[in-house]
Every structure is written in structure tokens, then in C-alpha cells.
């Protein structure tokens, strides 16, 4: 992860400017890499249970299949979440309008004129701006371009970007 935090900052600069000028920050490749790392040990597991055809021994009981059960649940949705949120997550931001999608590819929009508070969640590792109207989107930290972002962002509200510049790594 160390490693991930790194290669983000160093690229903390390189946005990519779409034809209309808007610049957009986008993920590192490393979340599709553990997202389908997460998706092999998925199938693993479930090859290794039709194998071992998925039965019961003598004298036990389906109650003992509850956990593995959660357990390959959660590696499901871990493969699904995380390779969407690297191939979704984006933040597209422009003078007037900055636009978040999440891993779901759904879009907010908050104008920088309606902007009125911003935080740094530590535990999520996420940027969180508001608007007035109580729309809040959610940025992820390890974004190519989050430097040209901040600067932006000084531009627009400076009183506000000292609250997501003070980012610690942990």
C-alpha cells in the first residue's frame, strides 16, 4: 500500500485534460490488479469446494458451511467493488462544476460557487466536499492528478483547502 501512496503523489501532478478542457483525475492501476486478485481466490475457493463436491460429512450439519459461506460472499463483493471502483471512480472537475462517479458509475455535481465545507475522512482515505444545498461527493485519495485538484480547489475556496491538504497517510 505504501508503494500505492507513493506512485499517487508522484503522479499527484499528471491530470488528463479532455478536449473540452475539463481535467479528470482517475485511479491507479493497482485497484483493478486487487480486484481481480481478489476475484482468483474467489474462484479458487469455489473450485476447491466442487472438488470436494460441496458435501457434507457423516454426522455434520449445513450450520457449519455459514461462515465459509459469508466469507466467499465477501470475496464476491470485494472483486465486484473494487474493480468497478477502479474502472468507475473518477473525478471530473472544470472552472464552474466538479463532478464525482462512484464505483457504481453514478455521478454528483456540486458548483464551485455552491460549495461551502470540505474534510479529510481518515479511516475511508476519502476528500469530501458539500455543497449548501447538503450534496456531499466523495473523492478517493489515491487519484492521479489530486495536486492539480488542491491548486484548483485554492483557487476557488483557499479558506477551505488547508482541510484537504492535511492528508496524513494514515
Known sequence: MSWVINVARA??????????GDRVLKNHIFFAILGYLIGFIFLFFVGLGFYDSWELAPGETWTLYIFPAI??????????????????????YNSETVTAYDAWGRAKSIRWTDLKDAEFNVVMQEIRPYSKQGCRIVMGRYLYGLDDFTQGFATHHPYLVQRILDRPLF
Open 11 to 20: 503522479k499527484g501532478s499528471s491530470t488528463l485534460v479532455l478536449e473540452n
Open 71 to 92: 466469507m466467499l460472499l465477501a470475496l464476491l463483493y470485494g472483486f465486484i467493488y473494487i474493480t468497478f471502483y477502479y474502472y468507475n471512480h473518477r473525478v471530473i
